[in-house]
């Protein structure tokens, strides 16, 4: 009796032990999998040499979502901050509106690789750089609310119009821990300048 | 104490521009209702009270009317050469009411500038002062204001004590303090002394390139002999991308206040700058270009344009949330024909409050001011370090 009794408490311990090692595993294999997804969201061109880039013309993002001039206030943050880098010079704005015109681009949020040899030799930019923003602004579940956004951006070689560079980011948005204890999530703004530096972060990786 | 105030208003007498001064009528960008009327006449009795000669509201009111002068926002060139000629007047004081609020609690913030006729109009003196009936409760509440007029006595007070202190004789120069980290910009760039990131094409022509352009280059040319002309800047109209009516006037006004308080660099009178961009049909869109900015040299013999856009400037009205204000900025030097400094700014109210509300800002127009001053002093101010 003794014996099968302790047979039986070995069985039970191990299988506890099974479970316990799936559940590690599921630990460890739950963030490897988010970094992976976020890994792929980002190519770079080999080929490309990314210290040769010096004057940068940002296209006006399209906007996706159903916020009005969401995409002027994300393009204007992504600007800057790719300016306060100090790696490349950003074309101001309203020179970029300029070359537009000049170019007579029909649809700048998504011009054709003639569109972008066109544009960039007009503004003597190196690279061109578009994107669209896909959500921005408030999301709900059950009480809880957060801001969240979900842009992508996508660099062309003004010489050719190839791309060489494009990223994905999201940022914000509700998680296990703000559903279990609430709160509002981060301000708009700093969703924003999160997931730009996110973008620029893994443009100079 | 007779004896001491006449003496007082005889200093002040002494150091005002010799000749009347001309009150234009108080613009409103508050975006309400306000007695303009009565705030002007308040401005007047200020000054008066301060020994100020002031020119007859009739004789203003004929000029007005025989030039067909209605925007009161500011002094064109012309303008302010016909005002001297014709009346005599040789300043002109700018006031615009930038808030105002008759609801609990009452809020009221006034801008006002003087402004010297003659050729080229040029700015004397400029300054801001906001008040709200909740700024200090005390004991109690006992030290709450519920009557906007109240607010209104304090702040063209405090206006008239800073013009009389400006222009008292042996009045410190104006300057700039240093900026609370909290209202320092959240992103900013600021364009190194030398190595330009631009094409050699870009570079300036030879006989201007003597002039300092960057706060760094004024700063490492320390042996030069006689000391640069100061910078002229031109600050255009920012574009308003916000709900608030007006938002994009408190911010460029707010911008040429801040531009004044930099020692070496001199703000072009807004009213100037409004004619140039008329008279040369300038319509910037998404910002200025480079023939645009080429343009604003010429006409303005500017060596630096400010321009931006308002993105979100909302006013503590009684029941709302936080004031908050968020802007972008960039400054084009003209020579250089490159963006010197851009930066994204943002704060709301209670950004660093502490406890039962300290070093909380009640009014956007504050926090456009305490913002603005963070801008101005990171991208232009020599003694400041560039801080991103």
């Not at chain 2, 002040?12 to 613009?27: D, E, F, N, R, W």
């Not at chain 2, 006729?117 to 006992?142: H, N, S």
């Not at chain 2, 911008?255 to 703000?267: D, I, K, S, W």
Request: proline share 7%; net charge negative.
């Amino acid at each position: 009796m003794r014996k099968e009794g302790a047979e039986a408490g070995t069985g039970g311990r191990s299988k506890g032990a099974v479970l316990l090692t799936l559940f590690a595993a599921a630990l460890v294999l739950a963030p490897g999998c988010a970094s992976h997804r976020q890994g792929n969201v980002t190519f770079h061109d080999p080929d490309m040499d990314f210290s040769l880039i010096r004057s940068v013309a940002v296209l006006p993002f399209s906007n996706l979502t159903v916020s009005p001039k969401a995409e002027d206030r994300v393009r204007e943050v992504f600007m800057t901050m790719l300016q306060a880098t100090g790696a490349t010079y950003v074309l101001p704005p309203g020179e970029v509106a300029r070359g537009i015109s000049r170019s007579a681009l029909s649809n700048p949020v998504t011009p054709t690789t003639e569109d972008i040899v066109r544009l960039a030799k007009n503004l003597e930019a190196d690279v061109v750089i578009t994107g669209s923003v896909l959500e921005y602004g408030e999301v709900r579940s059950a009480t809880t609310t957060a801001n969240v956004i979900s842009l992508n951006v996508q660099m062309m070689e003004g010489q050719t119009g190839k791309v060489i560079w494009s990223g994905a980011s999201t940022k914000g948005g509700i998680d296990a821990g703000k559903r279990l204890f609430g709160g509002g999530g981060e301000p708009m703004n700093d969703v924003t300048a999160d997931a730009v530096n996110d973008l620029l972060h893994r443009l100079f990786r | 104490m007779i004896p001491v105030l006449a003496a007082a208003l005889a200093v002040a007498v002494s150091a005002a521009p010799p000749g009347p001064i001309a009150v234009l009528p108080t613009g409103n960008l508050s975006g309400a209702e306000a007695p303009l009327d009565a705030i002007q006449a308040a401005l007047r009795v200020a000054l008066q009270d301060r020994g100020f000669d002031l020119l007859p509201e009739e004789v203003l009111a004929d000029f007005m009317s025989r030039q067909r002068l209605r925007d009161v926002s500011g002094l064109a060139a012309g303008m302010g050469e016909a005002l001297q000629a014709e009346t005599g007047a040789t300043a002109v004081l700018v006031s615009s009411v930038d808030l105002f609020q008759q609801d609990q609690p009452p809020r009221f913030a006034l801008t006002a500038r003087l402004v010297a006729t003659g050729r080229e109009p040029r700015i004397v003196w400029m300054d801001m002062a906001a008040a709200t009936g909740d700024e200090k409760p005390g004991f109690l509440g006992l030290g709450r204001i519920s009557d906007v007029g109240v607010l209104e006595g304090r702040v063209v007070t405090t206006l008239g004590d800073s013009l009389q202190a400006a222009l008292a004789p042996g009045a410190p120069d104006a300057s700039s303090d240093s900026v609370a980290r909290r209202f320092r910009p959240r992103s900013l760039y600021r364009a190194p002394a030398d190595a330009p990131l631009r094409a050699p094409d870009a570079l300036p022509e030879p006989e201007a390139a003597a002039v300092p352009e960057t706060p760094a280059a004024e700063t490492a040319g320390e042996t030069a002999a006689a000391p640069p002309a100061p910078r002229r800047v031109a600050v255009l109209p920012f574009a308003n991308d916000s709900a608030m009516k007006n938002a994009g006037d408190l911010v460029t006004l707010e911008m040429v206040r801040q531009v004044r308080l930099v020692p070496g660099v001199e703000a072009i009178e807004p009213g100037v700058v409004r004619d140039a961009l008329l008279r040369a049909h300038l319509i910037q869109e998404e910002g200025l270009s480079l023939p645009q900015a080429d343009l604003v040299r010429l006409l303005l013999e500017a060596d630096l344009v400010l321009f931006g856009d308002v993105s979100v400037y909302v006013e503590a009205w009684a029941g709302d949330p936080e004031p908050e204000v968020d802007f972008s900025a960039r400054i084009l030097s003209t020579r250089t024909r490159q963006t010197v400094c851009a930066v994204l700014s943002h704060a709301r109210g209670d950004d660093g409050a502490w406890f039962f509300g300290l070093r909380r800002v009640p009014t956007a127009r504050t926090l456009a001011a305490r913002l603005a001053h963070g801008f101005v002093t990171g991208c232009l101010d020599p003694r400041q370090e560039a801080r991103p």
